[in-house]
């Protein structure tokens, strides 16, 4: 028997993210377009951030020796896409946008 369940640690990509105030390296920074991301070259794995996070988003990836997190697939929205864990949520639950057109 196996059982499967999912679990989204995705970031909220705050507008006034506490993430990036304790983030010692500038590792964890706000983009001009609004999405919250950590540089991994320059994350140097203090955990600050994750303390600080009250949603738990950025995670310490002990292999890599930094944090990493959901970036919002930046990449993805820049084309007009959605995010994949929208595009693959099995349940649909979870959609993607600015909050007052999400509230419609």
Same mark, same amino acid.
Not at 32 to 59: K, L
């Given at each position: ?16 993210? /506490? ?6 390296? &500038?590792? !964890?920074? @706000?983009? =001009?377009?609004?999405?919250?991301? #950590?540089? *991994? ?15 738990? /988003? ?6 890599? &020796?930094? !944090?990493? @997190?959901? =970036?919002?697939?930046?990449?993805? #929205?820049? *084309?007009?896409?959605?995010p994949i864990c929208v595009e693959s949520c099995p ?6 946008g600015p909050i007052d057109e999400l509230r419609k």
């Amino acid at each position: 028997n196996v059982f499967a369940y999912y679990l989204s640690i995705s970031c909220n990509h705050c507008e006034d993210p /506490a993430c990036t105030k304790v983030c010692p390296s &500038g590792a !964890m920074h @706000k983009r =001009d377009d609004g999405f919250v991301v #950590v540089n *991994e070259e320059v994350c140097i794995g203090c955990r600050y951030c994750h303390m600080a996070c009250p949603y738990g /988003a950025p995670q310490y990836n002990a292999a890599k &020796g930094h !944090m990493t @997190k959901c =970036d919002g697939c930046y990449d993805r #929205v820049a *084309e007009g896409k959605k995010p994949i864990c929208v595009e693959s949520c099995p349940l649909r639950a979870l959609d993607f946008g600015p909050i007052d057109e999400l509230r419609k």
